[in-house]
C-alpha cells in the first residue's frame, strides 16, 4: 500500500530522537517524586552525573543541584536532559529524511503510526507462546506512545510543554532492540477489522527501518509529537 495515497488527514508529525532511555527513565520516575524526595533524588542524580551538570550550565542554568530553581516544565525538562545532541548541540534524529517523514505521517487516526499498530496488531495464533510474546510486543509499544510511569502506560505524563513539547514515551537502548526483535519475528499477526489495506505491514517496515537506524548508534529513542 502507498500511504502517500491513502484518503485520511493526520493531526500531528511524530518524530523519534536518540535519547539516553536510562537517563529519561531516571528523571521520569524523580518527577512522579513528592517534595524533599524528589528534590533529594535529583540532587543525587545530578551529583552522579557530571556531564548532565554541564549540559544543564550550558543552558543557562546557575544551580543545576536544585530543581526547584529550573523554570522548565516537567516535558521540556525530559527532552533537554536525556536527548543526545549533534555538534551545533541541536537534538539527534534517528534516520534519513525520507525514512523519517514517512515515520512521522500516518494517514489515519490521530496519525500516529505507533498508535495504529497499537489498535491493530493481533498475536499469531500459529506461534508457540504467542500470547506471552505479542504482549511484550504491546507492552512495548505502549511505553513508546504513552509513558506515565512504570508499567503504567495509560496515558502521557509529559505533554502540553511550553512551544508544544509533547513527549510521547522512550526506549532504552535493549528496549530498541528487543522491539526490533519482536516486530521482525512472525509473533504477529493482522486485525481482521484493519481499516487500511496493508497498513499494519507498512507501519511495521517504517518503524523497524527507524529501530535499525537508533540501534546503529547504539541509542533509545524518545517519541515527540508536533502539532
Known amino acids: 500500500m502507498d500511504l502517500d495515497q491513502a484518503s ?14 536510562d537517563v529519561a527513565l531516571e528523571i521520569a520516575q524523580i518527577l512522579n517524586q513528592p517534595g524533599d524526595e524528589q528534590m533529594n533524588s535529583w540532587q543525587d542524580m545530578i551529583k552522579q552525573n557530571p556531564t548532565l551538570r554541564q549540559r544543564l550550565t550550558e543552558q543557562g542554568i546557575i ?18 536532559c536525556s536527548i543526545n545532541i549533534d555538534q551545533e548541540g541541536k537534538p539527534m534524529v534517528i534516520g534519513e529524511n525520507l525514512k523519517r517523514e514517512r515515520f512521522g505521517r500516518f494517514p489515519f487516526g490521530d496519525g500516529s503510526l505507533v498508535s495504529y499498530l497499537t489498535d491493530y496488531l493481533r498475536p499469531n495464533t500459529q506461534v508457540k507462546n504467542s500470547n506471552q510474546i505479542f504482549s511484550r510486543l504491546i507492552e512495548l509499544l505502549q511505553k513508546l506512545s504513552s509513558f506515565n510511569e512504570t508499567n503504567d502506560y495509560t496515558s502521557p505524563r509529559f505533554s502540553g510543554g511550553k512551544g508544544g513539547m509533547n513527549i510521547l514515551g522512550f526506549l532504552n537502548l535493549t528496549e530498541v532492540t528487543e522491539l526490533k526483535r519482536l516486530i521482525s519475528g512472525r509473533n504477529w499477526s493482522v486485525a481482521s ?29 524518545i517519541y515527540r509529537a508536533h502539532w
Open 193 to 221: 477489522d484493519e481499516p487500511l489495506d496493508g497498513g499494519v505491514r507498512d507501519a511495521i517496515k517504517h518503524l523497524l527501518a527507524m529501530l535499525k537506524a537508533a540501534e546503529r548508534i547504539d541509542s533509545g529513542v
Open 8 to 21: 485520511g488527514t493526520t493531526t500531528a508529525f511524530y518524530t523519534l530522537h536518540s535519547c539516553d532511555g
Open 63 to 80: 544551580h543545576p543541584s536544585d530543581l526547584s530553581s529550573i523554570t522548565w516544565d516537567s516535558a521540556m525538562l525530559l527532552f533537554l
